[in-house]
């Protein structure tokens, strides 16, 4: 038998040229893998059957939806991962369970390489092979546009000659990659970062400055994960397609950014993650009631470095893991309700309840039955500030005094107006 080699297969142009492409350069045969991840479009059996018009000696098709919406869209989201403060890792996150189902297939199928689309200049080439040789450290990998210089032109040169059946003459300016979990998109006119994104750009998400009216949504979480909207019961992909559906048509996640890539370039993006950017905001508001709050402020640096490890294609490492570990431990108590307002680009929280709530109205209120001992406070910041205070206090014995360079002058005009700030500063969240 032949060598084998298992193909990352999209459908596209270019890894429909690559099957022949890869034959003849290597004199192996293709297995095509295509993995749905919600991204839309054809079926699969469409999919799967131009694979093996193209060439393929097999074609192994995996429809992982909801694998992908629970097992990688959901950790994400109980990190609250967004990379640089923005991006809600659309491209990143699919990448692995992508890698799964190709290790899965050349064991199944026999193949000893793995070839995947990336070009050299980006973060995926380095997401699919780390992947790739952490699952399967016997494999080898192989990238036809990088490694084996097909170009594009030469991609449709090829499909011609060969009467391959694959479009080859729409012009799409852009490159696109898009799941359930948002959609990327780069290149073309966009390269240019002065130029400010077309119409044509989006498609999950309606115009913001145009909205509908307002939708309000009910938003249930246990675990830290949606269960429910509007009090009906959801798996993560239907909450997950529902908000996309009805954030989308509210203009809401649009990102606009120019991102630090891992190979070391700076490169603008334009991202759409309507249904990720409201549960975003919802989780993160409901774990304000429910994490602790120096549990919380820890959980912040972990779920930073969890989502550089993702983005940098370290799903399966040992840190990686650890963190996991972690952040489920923060999300016992993440059970509750949020109400959230969708309208004209923003998803803004209404309303909270949790039964696991650590918000104490008796303990929070200004008003009669205040159950707050406010007399403990004076013990409480001469303890606080006692350090400095021992430290200011050796300055000025050691060096004259302290450096008072930075405090303003008192300015004593207009004292009702000082008067009202002083009164008001007990209300200081």
């Known amino acids: 038998m032949s060598e084998r080699i298992v193909l990352a297969y999209s459908g596209g142009l270019d890894t429909s040229v690559a099957i022949g492409w890869i034959a003849e350069a290597t004199g192996s045969e293709v297995i095509a893998v295509a993995v749905d991840v919600g991204q839309g479009g054809e079926s699969l059996e469409t999919v799967r059957q131009r694979a093996l018009d193209c060439g393929a000696v097999e074609a192994y098709v995996a429809d992982a939806r909801d694998e992908f919406a629970q097992h990688y869209c959901m950790p994400a989201l109980k990190a609250n991962a967004l990379y640089m403060d923005a991006y809600p890792l659309v491209s990143a996150l699919s990448r692995p ?47 036809p546009v990088r490694d084996l210089a097909l170009t594009r032109d030469k991609a449709i040169d090829f499909a011609e000659r060969n009467d391959l059946p694959i479009e080859t003459t729409k012009k799409n300016p852009f490159s696109i990659d898009q799941n359930v979990w948002g959609r990327a998109v780069e290149t073309g006119f966009l390269e240019d970062i002065w130029n400010q994104p077309t119409k044509d750009v989006y498609s999950y998400t309606d115009d913001p400055a ?16 949606p269960v429910a909207l509007d009090g009906v019961a959801v798996t993560p992909l239907q909450a997950i397609e529902e908000l996309n559906r009805r954030a989308g048509a509210q203009g809401v996640g649009r990102i606009d950014i120019v991102e630090d890539r891992l190979v070391g370039i700076k490169s603008r993006e334009i991202y759409e993650a309507p ?60 059970n509750g309700d949020i109400r959230l307002e969708l309208h004209g680009g923003r998803a803004t929280v209404l309303g909270r309840r949790s039964e696991t709530s650590l918000y104490d109205f008796s303990l929070a209120t200004y008003d009669t039955g205040d159950a707050f001992d406010q007399s403990s406070a004076r013990g409480f910041i001469d303890i606080y500030g006692l350090s400095a205070k021992v430290a200011s206090e050796r300055e000025q014995r050691v060096g004259g005094s302290p450096d008072l360079s930075a405090v303003p002058t008192l300015n004593t005009a207009g004292a009702g107006a000082s008067g009202a700030a002083t009164e008001d500063a007990g209300h200081d969240a």
């Open 275 to 334: 249904g990720a950017m409201a549960l975003i905001a919802a989780h993160r508001e409901l774990e304000n009631v429910t994490v602790e709050r120096e549990q919380a402020r820890f959980k912040k640096t972990v779920g930073q470095r969890w989502t550089e490890l993702v983005y940098d294609g370290q799903w399966f490492s040992p840190l990686k893991h650890s963190l996991d570990a972690f952040i489920d431990d923060t999300q016992t108590h993440v």
């Open 210 to 225: 145009f909205p509908p009216v307002a939708d309000v949504v009910e938003i249930a979480f246990r675990a830290g994960v």
């Open 97 to 143: 369970v992508i890698v799964k189902h190709l290790v899965s297939a050349a064991r199944q199928f026999g193949a000893s390489t793995v070839a995947h689309g990336c070009t050299g200049k980006g973060n995926d080439q380095v997401r699919f092979e780390v992947g790739i040789q952490t699952l399967g450290p016997d494999l080898t990998c192989i990238a």
